[in-house]
């Protein structure tokens, strides 16, 4: 069953998801968390918290910068003119062709011109069998991955089998990188082409510094000066076509003339032929490790892994697992959407962490105090709780509600039908099945002595009564005492900084109305100003007592 999040609380909920997922940096943990819907009921979220627990624990063992670094295997997709396929049937022949690969025939056609016939060695239509060299290359790009999926494994379970891949792939390594090299023949030359011409200009430069102008036109004369520069631009080819034998490439594939250009229709030729002597031993020898290897769920092993990031970040983050009780309370909780916040320690309802009980509290105090701070504290810790996740707080005791109602005060809460607003959305948060959490900041400005008081109690006592839990932000206060279901808490200010401004504790005061401090604010306007000015302001501070 899951919780319902009502109002603000979904913001909230959003919110929280964004602040924690970025904590672990990868988007996989977002993934996760998504995941974790809020549940209502007491079995399930203690069972998500021992699966958490779990996760945690193999998390403790690896470092984020592990995780973040395993990324996807991608198989590139290429059509292979050195195979073919012979289909015994129409679903054969589809099904082959669908792959897109190879040339697909039917058994009467001839194939001697291939290098493989896939339908000698194939067991299924698969691309393992029919592009193993895919999947190897998917594997060799992504090396770093594997190498460290191996590790994780071997680290987190004892045993990985990806390490008798690794050794396979290492003994094909040098298979790869000339296959590959194939594929780059044409740039290879085209490097040698431009070092060849470098070098035969220099030669040439060379001979005609170390001739005379005498010994130059003799050999003009005798006609000896194309047959000196041809043999040296036949040393210089042959020298750098010595790199091609590494390929297997022995022809002459560049021009004898300057400057030395590539003999194209050469070096396909070449390049092919070396290419097909090649073909078959490779494709077996890919198709052999191919077999072994799953890529999907290889990239769910992956994916796994990343999204165990987000319990890495929950660890960093020194959550505390909640107790389940009664109600809600936790010690030094801190709101995860301010930066350095106070630690403030809160309850509503039964709980073995407060001596107090109330599950109704009107939550007063200074202005900027931190009212609504606290409920967005509140709400993310009951929210957190029922997502089976640790919380933000030191320690945490957390009643199991079926819906979370928060209304945060909007800026047009206040004037004409504010009042009516905020009244229906309690009347509307309170009514209707389910133990509910109920947090209410539009009050704050809206109630006055009197009625908004009357009013308060009815719906407090009518809530109180359906077993919800209730946090409200109003001024009022003294209007409630003798209501032994309603507690009123109270947010300070302690004094003015060297700056005159505020200094507030943001930790509620359990039971007392939040003192307002007008003295201090008079204090601060007094500091401020000048003349006449200051004088009124500090004649009013005297009767505050101050001076
Ligand atoms: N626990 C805390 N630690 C540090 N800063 C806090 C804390 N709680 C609130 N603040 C800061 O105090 C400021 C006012 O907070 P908030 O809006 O919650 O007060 P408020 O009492 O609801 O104000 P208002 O009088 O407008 O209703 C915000 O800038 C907030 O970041």
Known sequence: ?????????????????????????????????????????????????????????????????DLSSLERFRIGRRFFEDRVFVARDDGEYEKAVRLNVCEVVREDERVERYAI????????????????????????????????????????HGKSELSGILSELEDIREAHKKVKMFDEAERIALDLQERINREVEERLAEIKLTLTADELLKMVGEG???????????????????????????????????PVRIDTEALKNAVDRVRESYA???????????????????????????????????????????????????????????????????????????????GAVILTGANSGGKTSLLDLICQISILFHMGLPVNAERAECAVYDEIFYFRRKRSSYGSGAFERALKSLVRAI????????????????????????????????????????????????????????????????????????????QPVFGRIGRSTPELIVERLMEKSRGEVKEIFSKLLRRFGQE
């Open 280 to 358: 078959l031993d490779y494709y077996l020898r890919c198709r052999k490790i191919a077999g072994k290897i799953d890529l999907e769920r290889l990239n769910e092993r992956v994916e796994h892994y990343r999204r165990l990031s987000l319990y890495r970040a929950l660890i960093d983050l020194k959550f505390a697992f909640p107790e389940v009780g009664c109600g809600t309370a936790f010690i030094n909780g801190v709101n995860l959407f301010i930066s350095n916040p106070q630690p403030v320690s809160y309850c509503i309802g039964e709980n073995s962490l407060f001596p107090h009980s109330e």
């Open 224 to 258: 000896r000066v194309a047959g000196e520069i041809e043999s040296e631009i036949e040393r210089v080819i042959s020298k750098y076509e010595e790199e091609l034998h590494e390929l297997g490439i022995y022809d002459s594939v560049f021009h004898r003339s300057y």
């Open 117 to 156: 016939n896939l339908s000698d060695f194939v067991s299924d239509i698969s691309l393992s069998e029919f592009a193993p060299e895919l999947i190897v290359e998917a594997l060799m790009s992504n090396i770093d991955t594997l190498k460290r999926l191996a590790r994780l494994e071997q680290e987190l």
């Open 1 to 65: 069953m899951e919780l319902v999040l009502s109002g603000d609380a979904r913001t909230i909920y959003s919110r929280l998801v964004d602040a924690i997922s970025k904590k672990a940096g990868i988007a996989e943990a977002l993934e996760e968390l998504k995941s974790l819907k809020p549940l209502s009921s007491a079995e399930e979220i203690l069972r998500r918290q021992e699966e958490v627990r779990r996760k945690m624990e193999l998390a403790a063992r690896v470092s984020i910068s």
């Open 431 to 506: 009514s209707g099945n389910g133990r509910k959490l109920i947090l209410i900041d539009e009050f704050e400005a809206i109630t006055e002595p009197g009625a908004g008081a009357r009013i308060l109690a009815t719906l407090l006592e009518v809530a109180s009564r359906k077993g919800h839990h209730v946090v409200l932000v109003s001024h009022l206060g003294e209007e409630f005492a003798g209501l032994d279901f309603i507690r009123i808490d109270g947010i300070e200010a302690k004094g003015l900084d060297e700056n005159f401004n505020l200094i507030v504790d943001r």
